[in-house]
């Protein structure tokens, strides 16, 4: 599909690729801002300092770590959305409460929802090289996991493809929904 990433269709629109860790979310966002030309943020460069050693340790995170990280991540959408540029940003979002964190006075939000079977997050996840989030917290982020349902925007798509066609999926999925041209 050919975008026009100039071109206004509206709106604007912030894409949450989102997922637990090993889906692709961060590769999936790379193809899409190198086919989109929209401003991008890694949701995990939001993590302060004691989280990021909380889960190098090995120890999960909980809601009271992740509210100041989500509303970092929220006050930067609700940038791009006053500056009105379109975005794409990566975020587990593992809860709909966390997303809605993320929607808050935020219309552009829109969720790309990687899910890939544990088996190949497994594999992912161990074969992954300097990442602070170990193996250990697959499980964790696995139970935590609250699906994209159908009243919230956006689709659930499977990670186990390519990456040029999972982004491909989302841009036909978005072009659909008129949020790009």
């Known amino acids: 599909m050919t975008v026009d990433p100039d071109r206004p269709s509206?709106?604007?629109t912030t894409v949450v690729v989102m997922g637990v860790s090993g889906t692709g979310k961060t590769t999936v966002a790379e193809h899409l801002v190198e086919r989109l030309g929209w401003p991008f943020a890694e949701g995990d460069t939001f993590h302060p300092p004691a989280n990021v050693a909380k889960?190098?340790?090995g120890t999960p995170l909980d809601d009271d770590d992740r509210w100041p990280w989500l509303q970092a991540l929220a006050d930067w959408i609700g940038a791009r959305e006053a500056a009105g540029e379109n975005a794409v940003v990566t975020c587990s979002a593992l809860k709909r409460s966390y997303r809605e964190v993320l929607r808050a006075g935020h219309p552009s939000v829109w969720f790309a929802h990687v899910h890939t079977s544990p088996d190949v997050l497994r594999e992912r996840v161990t074969l992954r090289a300097g990442h602070y989030m170990p193996p250990s917290l697959l499980d964790s982020q696995l139970a935590t996991l609250e699906p994209l349902e159908p009243d919230e925007p956006g689709l659930t798509i499977t990670g186990?493809?390519?990456?040029?066609d999972v982004a491909e999926q989302v841009l036909e999925a978005l072009a659909a929904e008129h949020r790009v041209g």
Do not use: L, N, S, W
Request: charged share 25%; proline share 18%; no cysteine.
């Open 10 to 12: 509206g709106p604007t």
């Open 55 to 57: 889960m190098h340790a």
């Open 160 to 164: 186990e493809g390519r990456p040029d």
